[in-house]
């Protein structure tokens, strides 16, 4: 991928011919996710979880579940709405996250494509009402510790463990959390982009310092609310269970899979003919950066793996040994190690096939359904016990979640100039080479 | 035969002639054998048309060695040779591995890498480099032109086009037989019996 000469007034024309392609994507997962459910509900696909409908739970020590509990296709429906929202909402959360960090570490090669981790975060606003209503909607079957009868010392199903969390996780509670992280990240996302748009106008550094000190705070507070809202999330779906590690679990697995689809969005750019200053040093350096932190989510996952492993307390242990010792879900945890370890990190080891446009579409959208696969894994076992399944449900909603990112990150994206030309280190990108 | 080394020196002083001037030496059909400079300077290997080093290939081989080395070597101690039951794990347990493994796996892909670019090169212990101008380190870049390699053309050709190109200083310089021989069995009887260490023979060839 060579530079080529470039516009610096150039923008983002959101093409019918783009649209359309959203909307191609759109209409086969509607397609899928309706054949999906129709072959739930009538229970003809018994492979895939057709049979729980006829389950009664209660067995062994490790389910939660210990009353009887039907599981019905609209709770897998449920669920996957949760998986596809904290998936989507980590790949929005990871732009602004990526941009805030080019500020505060002054980085100045990135200066030029800043504006494509910016657009990400108009997800956000969608991401909250679509958490919110999911939560309200599904919040009993997804999580646990919702059920009241938990806290009531009167009832058979009083649990001593989960009243213990009652302080913290409660519906009120959870929901301030939940409206103050969200809501945060998004008074952030604006504020950047407010002096992002004003830099465009008014030139100087002013804004530069203004947006370092803003992107320096936002990190800190990301720091901590990435890390709560893991345990919020997906980590209270195994209400029992907790792990130490778990907020970077989440963040790691958000981060590869955001900084993947920032690639793979610069790649479709350059090649709409977008962004001509592009070269190979500039995909050297993002797909770099997606080699690396394949390599951190693994050391993450490997850490808090090897740790219970070697420890095998019970408690901890019950987490793998769901997954692990399943019929289904063991061959979905070798498959993300697989897919998200052994071959981004083989695919991008060479200095050359982190500049190649093919190879990195190759990975890139690997990792991203990788990681799409690590959230599964996180949220399904933990909700439907040994009743999920993976169909044309899952592939259409994720399809349909895919698109409406897509649409709302190209309309942002159409918004605002392509370049911000005024960005103090803007000549560093544009010449950027190595 | 000759066994001798003549080589023309080219001092210069400024980076952007130094650029300019190794492009427009090679054009010209000259060889230059090695350039010299205090700091690295950036697009100097494209201008001289250097191909891309070899060595990361070899830290994966490297790497690659590591791992199986360490896997069988906790394998062998810990399965085959004394097998120890520790918390009930199976005796071949691969996850309490990965640590080790991984540990010698950068290790060698780190260390052979190293060793080789300097067997490559030949910086081992016993060489002597050929030291062509000291100013090297300091403020000057140096283009060393080795004449049996450019039979071609005469002494007195290279040296109007070195100067030509903005080059200050333009010298020749000879390194006897006895000067590029280097034979590790000598240095160390050297070191043995004389104590001659190395900056002293370095200092030799100014």
Redo the contacts between chains.
Sequence with gaps: MKADSYDIEERFVFSDGAKRSIFTILVIGVVLFVIGIIMLATGGDSSEGGHALAFAGGEGSGSEHGHGHHYTWTDRLKVNFWINNVYFLGLSIVGVFFFAVQYAAHAGWSAGIKRIPEAFGSFLPVALVLMIGVFLWGNHTIFHWTDASLYDKESPNYDEIIAGKQAYLNLPFYLIRMLVFIGGWIAFYYTLRKQSLLEDIEGGTKRFWKMKTIATLFIIFFAVSSSVSAWDWVMSIDTHWFSTMFGWYVFASWHVAGLAAISLTLVLLKEAGYLKFLNESHFHDINKMVFGFSVFWTYIW?GQ??LI??A?IPEETIYFVERLESDFYSKFIFFNLFINFFFPFLAF???DSKRKATIIKIVCIAVLIGHWFDFYLMITPGTLKEHGGFGFLEIGLAMIYLAGFAYVVANALSKAPLIAKNHPMIQESLHHH? | MDKNKHFLVGIFGDQDDLLHGVGDIRKKGVKIHEVFTPYPV?GLEHALGYQ?SWT?KAA?MFGFLGTCLALIMQIGMMVIDWPMNI???PYLSI??F??VTFEFTVLLASYGMTLTFLFVRGYLPHSVPRIFDIRATDDKLVVAIDLANNASLSEEQIRSILKDLHAEEVYRRDFTDEDNKSSFIKYVVDLFTNGVTRSSRIAHHR
Aim: no cysteine; glycine share 10%.
């Design positions: 490997f793996f090897l492993y070697y095998n080891m060479t200095r190595y | 950036h891309r990361p994966f918390g009930g794990k996850p309490d990965v640590p």
